[in-house]
């Protein structure tokens, strides 16, 4: 199935950064040709007025817990965990499925195709990942025996999964750990083992809060980055989300290992976690860092426009510098970026001959981007983007959604089915 989008301003993000007034045209999951183009399609979309783009990745996720949203707000993490555990206590294979594909409908109404994902039941967001047409990468999580809701062990559970999961095309399992507050050393090592054999990614919180830090440090002696890079834990598997109290030597540790960070501005602000991850210092290092919404619980929205541009505004205004994460940077960690810290920026994360066909078709005429010129799109993308202005969001060459209608699913049904699973959650 051949697909042309017709006449927009496309926001390449290949190497050099190329914004081009033009076509794209894209044949089944493939991207075949970019720029002027004189053939047609079985499919046209009109892009005039738009920003054509990859699809934003989402690095790090909680997808499931659409379903806890507004459970938790107003009070920190410590306190958030707590009632968060209470419900995810409760939850069945089905409570996690519908809330995942609630997730993936809001994810795909604003212009995401991919996200990286961490809990358990990652049996059952693949589930959501194949119905809704998205792309996921992820993580079953891990950790001690003595803290989990799971049924059964954390670690058989993880490698059961990827060892049914692997080689889907919209699939792409891993194997995740909670964090060093609920994670020994044993099950660091035996996650790792287990990616190692499986030839998977890790996934990890790393640093979020000081009271982890402080916890940890007096615990072991060490803070945890210098722990996990002790225990042998840290490489080029790993993507590490938060990394939001470290240090420059812990910096130049995660460089130094290949391990990637996902960058969680807006639900560290809303936590109070405190402090400002050394994205700056993270970039200069070396460090492939990427952009993510974290949990509903935590920021309760997964629109990526808002969160790029907290991003670029936090860092701004902790530094007291205007040109510190400019928005090109920003737009960065949202798409290239965050395919390089999963490693397969040879497939996704811009738009070039010969990636697969993920995309968003953004339209810059309401009048929060008005006026708009090539020179500016990026700009206006970061700083006055929504969500809401995406017109179509396409995953191998699929339409996922176009003209307001979500395709792959019936919307109004999985929003009810969603507030009737929460209400059950809540009121039992």
């Known amino acids: 199935m051949s697909l042309l989008l017709r006449g927009g301003l496309v926001v390449t993000q290949d190497e050099k950064r190329r914004v081009v007034s033009g076509d794209v045209l894209l044949d089944d999951e493939r991207i075949v040709a970019v720029g002027d183009i004189d053939r047609s399609a079985e499919n046209v979309i009109d892009c005039s007025g738009c920003a054509v783009l990859p699809g934003f ?3 790090h996720q909680h997808v499931a817990n659409t379903l806890l949203r507004g459970v938790a ?5 410590e306190e958030m965990l707590p009632k968060a555990s209470a419900i995810d206590a409760k939850l069945t294979r089905r409570d996690v499925q519908i809330g995942a594909l609630l997730g993936c409908v809001e994810m795909i109404r604003s212009g995401t195709t991919s996200f990286h994902d961490l809990f358990y039941w990652e049996d059952e967001v693949a589930r959501a990942v194949r119905e ?10 891990t950790l001690d025996e003595a803290f989990t809701t799971q049924h059964g062990s954390p670690l058989k559970n993880a490698d059961a999964f990827v060892a049914k999961q692997k080689d889907d095309p919209l699939v792409t399992p891993s194997v995740g750990v909670q964090g060093v507050y609920v994670a020994s050393e044993e099950t660091y090592a035996k996650a790792k083992e287990i990616a190692d054999r499986r030839d998977v990614r890790l996934h990890t919180h790393l640093s979020e809060t000081r009271g982890e830090v402080e916890a940890h440090r007096k615990k072991t002696g ?3 980055v210098e722990w996990l890079e002790k225990i042998g834990f840290l490489g080029e598997r790993v993507t590490a989300a938060h990394c939001t109290w470290i240090t420059m030597n812990e910096v130049r540790a995660l460089a130094r290992c290949g391990v990637s960070v996902a960058h969680c501005p807006v639900s560290n602000m809303k936590l109070a976690s405190g402090g400002v991850a050394p994205v700056p210092e993270m970039l200069e290092a070396g460090v492939i860092v990427g952009l993510g919404t974290d949990s509903p619980i935590s920021n309760n929205g997964m629109d990526v426009f808002a969160d790029m541009k907290i991003a670029a505004l936090l860092h701004k205004s902790t530094r007291w510098d205007a040109r510190i994460m400019p928005a090109q940077t920003v737009l960065d960690l949202a798409t290239i970026h965050a395919a390089r810290a999963l490693h397969v ?3 996704i994360g811009s738009i070039e001959v010969g990636k697969r066909a993920d995309l968003a078709v953004v339209s810059l005429k309401g009048a929060h981007t008005t006026p708009f010129y090539p020179e500016s799109v990026i700009r206006h993308l970061v700083y ?3 969500g809401s202005d995406v017109q179509a969001t396409i995953v191998d060459g699929k339409v996922l959604m176009a003209g307001g209608v979500v395709r792959t699913v019936d919307e109004s049904d999985v929003i009810a089915r969603a507030q009737e699973t929460a209400r059950e959650l809540f009121e039992a």
Not at 73 to 77: F, G, I, R
Not at 132 to 141: A, D, E, I, N, Y
């Open 345 to 347: 920026e040879r497939e």
């Open 57 to 59: 990745i989402n690095l």
């Open 73 to 77: 707000d107003d009070v920190p993490l």
């Open 132 to 141: 809704s047409g998205m792309r996921g990468f992820l993580s079953w999580v």
């Open 384 to 386: 006055s983007g929504r």
């Open 222 to 224: 060490l803070r945890p």
